[in-house]
Every structure is written in C-alpha cells, then in structure tokens.
C-alpha cells in the first residue's frame, strides 16, 4: 500500500540538511511502529522516497515523503503515533493513501509555491517603487542568468519557469518550476531582478518558506497543477 505523508519544516529545524531529515523519517517510521515495508537484498532499507529537496534555511508548510506499507491504521491514528515521535519544528499534517498506479511524488513534483520576504535590515527603501519596478521587469519575454551546472556554468532563461508572482511591499508570492526537468529557486529570481537594476542581493538578506508542492497533470502543453496532497484520500 502506497502512503503520501505530508509536513512542515519549521523552527530550527530549517537548518537541517536533506541527509539528515531522511535520517530522522527512518528513525521516526520505526519508533511510531509503521508497519513500512522494507526492499530486498544484502541491506534491505525502508522503502520511502521524498518529493523534492528543500534548501538549508528555508522553512515549509508543504513538503511530502511517500512510503509503502505492509498494513496501517486509520489517517487520525497514524498521525498521532506519528507526531507523537516527531520534535519540534517538524508535523505530520496529512497521511493519504494513494491509488495503486500513482506516481511517487518526486517523479511527479512540477512546481512550488513560495512566499518570500526581506529580512527588517534588508527591506527596500521604498517598497512601491521595488514592487513597480519588480512587475516591469516580470514583463520582459526573457529573463537570462548563469546558472551552476555539474559542467560549470550556462545562461538559462528562467522566464518560462516563473509561473505566476505576486509582488507586494514587502512580501513576494511565487509559483516557480520545480522538479527534475526544470527547477528554479526563489532567490535566483530577486537576484536576477536585482543584477538588473544594478543591485546586489546581500547574503542572508531573505525569509523563503515554500508552502506546497505540485504535480501537473495537464495534456497537450496545458498545465493543470494540482497539491501533491490531492492525489490521495484519506483512510478511515
């Protein structure tokens, strides 16, 4: 039986790498007593998968760790025991099972929502005049930055990763490409205004939270992006 559990990654435990957080989920599915299965061979190991890796720092409403499981009680009970194991700063929020030919969420992940702000000592002088300039910027068909490969460096045109941005004093919602054929992070968004406009983005300077994860389940070119949450239902 396939699981889709969903969490939050707040508090200290922003500082916590990828490494280490499926280190804990391991720890946390054998002190809750989850009946997870586990794979074949000279060193078997839980069976669990997460959707997409969240950068050192940055906090989440909306990340999702799938498992499978010989057996499992009710959603209410599993996220008690669950939660019961789990430390501060890290929730249990949904615990859906998922139909049978259903993806896992990292094949299936296409986008994020973030929401992004400026540190008190970093805020733009005047909030208007950035959130105008901001939206102009926006309109332009293409957006090129350097972007780190495994080979070095390449120009990349973020532009058609941005799929939508809402742009406050501020305060900056976006929903960006993310996934395994195109991903784009927040601040390479705001640097990329910035450099525009002759600025820097100082180290440290933003607030990220993500909020939710998407899987596009859209044809022909038409995207339809659905919360991974959505894909299951929950157990009673």
Not at 121 to 128: A, S, T, V
Not at 135 to 141: G, M, S, V
Not at 142 to 171: A, C, F, H, Q
Request: some cysteine; aromatic content about 8%; hydrophobic content about 40%.
């Amino acid at each position: 039986m396939k699981i889709r559990i969903k969490f939050t990654k707040q508090g200290t435990m922003k500082f916590i790498g990828h490494l280490d957080l499926m280190r804990f989920f391991q720890k946390v599915m054998r002190k809750a007593d989850v009946d997870i299965c586990y794979s074949e061979g000279f060193s078997p190991h839980q069976i669990m998968s997460f959707a997409a890796p969240l950068g050192v720092g940055l906090t989440s409403l909306g990340e999702y760790v799938d498992i499978e499981v010989n057996s499992t009680g009710s959603t209410t009970e599993m996220l008690a025991r669950i939660n019961a194991v789990m430390v501060e700063g890290i929730t249990a929020t949904a615990y859906k099972k998922l139909p049978d030919h259903a993806g896992s969420a990292m094949s299936m992940v296409a986008a994020a929502d973030y929401t992004t702000s400026f540190r008190t000592e970093y805020e733009p002088e005047d909030g208007k005049t950035f959130s105008a300039s901001f939206k102009e910027f926006l309109e332009n068909d293409e957006i090129w930055v350097k972007k780190k490969t495994k080979k070095g460096e390449k120009d990349v045109n973020i532009r058609p990763m941005i799929y939508s941005l809402n742009i406050g004093t501020n305060k900056i919602l976006m929903q960006l490409a993310t996934g395994s054929s195109a991903n784009l992070k927040p601040e390479m968004v705001v640097r990329a205004y910035l450099d525009a406009a002759g600025q820097e983005l100082a180290e440290f300077a933003m607030l990220i939270q993500r909020e939710d994860l998407y899987a596009d389940l859209g044809m022909d070119g038409q995207r339809r992006l659905v919360p991974l949450s959505r894909l299951g239902e929950d157990i009673e």
